[in-house]
């Protein structure tokens, strides 16, 4: 029973996994190993082409795993859907391939042309400046108007001045002569007056003179 119990928590092929990813701009290869006996694993890596190895990308021994996981990153410019072979060897309990791993379609240059389209979106901010042009018009159109306030403040000065000055001429006429409507008859009283005035001084001189006598 102790035999069987060590073998059902000995390291399997199952205890791993891999993944290709990216690191920035880099492509990347990870193998995890979740082993918790913590066996040593030496994990390889091969770059395949039609089932046959093509490349060795590069071997790492994983020690101490845990059941938490201890992961072995490969540095590798992986192309889109690019196919890995990885190969596992742990002692006497393991020495076989992981699933073949295919690489993401989309490769991690992309990452690079990310900044361009950043460096786009200055020039689409410089397009304001063209608003900024009729703002200067606007205070010549004001400059402007002061001038036609000045020619309409002229006009009404000079038509109330027209409209004015006939009647101050008009009244200092009348005031120097004198003459207004009532003029005629008033003059001819005044001359009645002045005639019976002059009969009544005439007619007193008359009688002292013949008293006299």
Known sequence: MFGFAGNAMACTIKDFSVVAECDGDQGVIRVTDVDPLGVPAEVTVYLENNGADLRKVGTQVIEDST????????????????EYRIHIAADKYVDDDLPILVAPDKSCKKADD???????KPEKPGK?????????????EEGKEPTPSTSESDTPAGSGGTNNLPSPEGDSNLAETGADSNTGPIAGVAAALVALGVGAVVYSMRRRGSSMR
């Open 128 to 140: 304001p400046e063209k608003p900024g042009k009729p703002a200067e018009k606007e205070p010549a």
């Open 114 to 120: 990310t900044p361009p389209a950043s460096s786009e």
């Open 67 to 82: 059941a938490e996981g201890v992961t072995v990153t490969f540095d590798e410019k992986w192309k889109p859907k690019a």
